[in-house]
């Protein structure tokens, strides 16, 4: 009996239109080993086997073989698809399609950059020439800074001016149709670069990287999310989309997360969420590109620290998908097509970056059609989720603790609240008996005054009287005794009043 097949791999194929014979069965079984989406790499390729990457906005196909396809139908047609043996594309690759698009396109691009087909060229001399690609392949790899120095220098005005011709084309027909632009980039790419075809494919990839940068921040204002098409309102959907399933656990993309025995303090993809929503503050497709990388690097970071086996391809996508719901990028729709629209085709069609996109745009494309059979939920299950009437167990557990520590938030303020009651009660009652002591000390004192003032008025008497001696001796005994109890008793008053 066949196990069951695995949710997310049918749902994120359908999306790349690659059900057939590209999907192979065994892979998308449900093992122990492998968990999450299980896809290999010969599935992430283009659906005509030329070896690139394809793309769910090309229906699986690479950006060579979409443009083939797209080509105007009286244009000439031949099969430029290098054989399946694996070598990454080059700009050298792109000079046999070149010649075969020779007609119209290179009238275009002279009529965009000298005026009309007639138009004489500026004649350069073989030195000057020769310094500018002397100067072009000293250059560092990134030093972009470097090459727009170069790029200024005498010797390659021509460079320059091709450039400053197209671009203020470009600006000037902002209003052409996103997909006619795109069509005047990518014709651009390969026009320039036939300047350094005596160079080696890694000098000209390095420097049409530059001529990527260049161009693409002038344009990026005028060409991004252009008006001729719907990448505003898809990047709203996408949005909502992505908001409406912010419930959505680990565990249910079967990512591998920390458990409790592990020490980690914070989510371990909170780098490579950070990541992913620095790619709409870029301007050019590589820099885009450079925060997808980025953003994949912290991604295996994360599950290596969650997992204690390495990382896998398939871990990988299920943890980029659970970035992208918890990230919700701006405008992610719309800085994707961005990349397709404008980026170098080698960028995309191979290597790493290439790699990491084509998986960036596998997770967009899954979200946009997940559903309960996806998250092994029944369809109540997902719909409940989807309207807040259910929560994830984690959530519960959530839930349950901040609602205990909310309880004894507020009883701690009940018992707060009710001691300083208590001292200002305690304080008014010792005021009071501060000001009762007071006043009986006070009354006190007066009375021992008038009885002692009487005490020496008639000890005065006693002394001005004719009476015998006998009988004085007895009343000065009466005197010294009557003052003895007075001065006891004030005594006795100020002992209390301490």
Known sequence: MKDKPLPFLKHIFTSLNLCGSSIREHSTMW???????????????????????????????????????????????????????????????????????????????????????????????????????????????????????????????????????????????????????????????????????????????????????????????????????????????????????????????????????????????????????????????????????????HVFEALSISNSEPANADDFLSGLIYVVLKANPPRLHSNVQYVIRFGLPHSLMAGESGYYFTNLSCAVAFIEKLDGPALNLSPEEFEGYMLNQRTPAVGEKRQKTASETQQLLEELKGRQEKLDKGMDTLNIQLQNWVQTVHSQLDEATSQFARVQKEIMSQADVSHGSSSSSQDASPQGDDKNQFLQVLTDQHAGLKDTDC
């Open 31 to 297: 093992t122990d080993k492998h968990r999450g989406i299980r896809v290999t790499q010969e599935e992430l390729l283009c659906r005509n086997a030329c070896g690139y990457y394809g793309n769910p906005a090309w229906h699986g196909l690479c950006s060579k073989c979409w443009r083939e396809k797209a080509r105007p139908t009286g244009a000439p047609r031949q099969d430029t698809r290098p054989k399946n043996d694996g070598i990454p594309v080059t700009f050298s690759k792109f000079e046999e399609k070149k010649n075969i698009e020779k007609g119209h396109r290179i009238n275009t691009m002279r009529r965009l950059f000298w005026g009309s087909p007639s138009s004489p060229k500026r004649q350069e001399s073989s030195e000057d020439h020769t310094k500018a690609l002397k100067a072009f392949q000293s250059l560092e790899p990134g030093d972009f800074a470097s090459f727009l120095k170069v790029l200024r220098s005498p010797p390659s005005q021509r460079l320059q001016s091709q450039c400053t011709a197209f671009l203020n084309t470009v600006e000037a027909y902002h209003d052409l149709p996103v997909q006619k632009q795109s069509d005047l980039v990518q014709d651009f790419y390969m026009s320039f670069a036939e300047h350094f075809s005596s160079f080696s494919e890694a000098h000209v990839t390095q420097i049409m990287e530059h001529v990527e940068k260049l161009t693409m921040t002038r344009l990026h204002k005028w060409v991004f999310c252009h008006d001729s098409c719907d990448d505003e309102q898809k990047d709203l959907l996408l949005q909502r989309r992505i908001r409406s399933l912010n419930w959505v656990t680990p565990q249910m993309l079967d990512v591998p997360f920390p458990d409790k025995s592990t020490t980690v303090t914070t989510d371990p993809f909170l780098p490579a969420i950070t990541a992913i929503i620095e790619m709409d503050a870029k301007r050019a497709p590589q820099d885009k590109l450079a925060c997808v990388s980025k953003c994949s690097h």
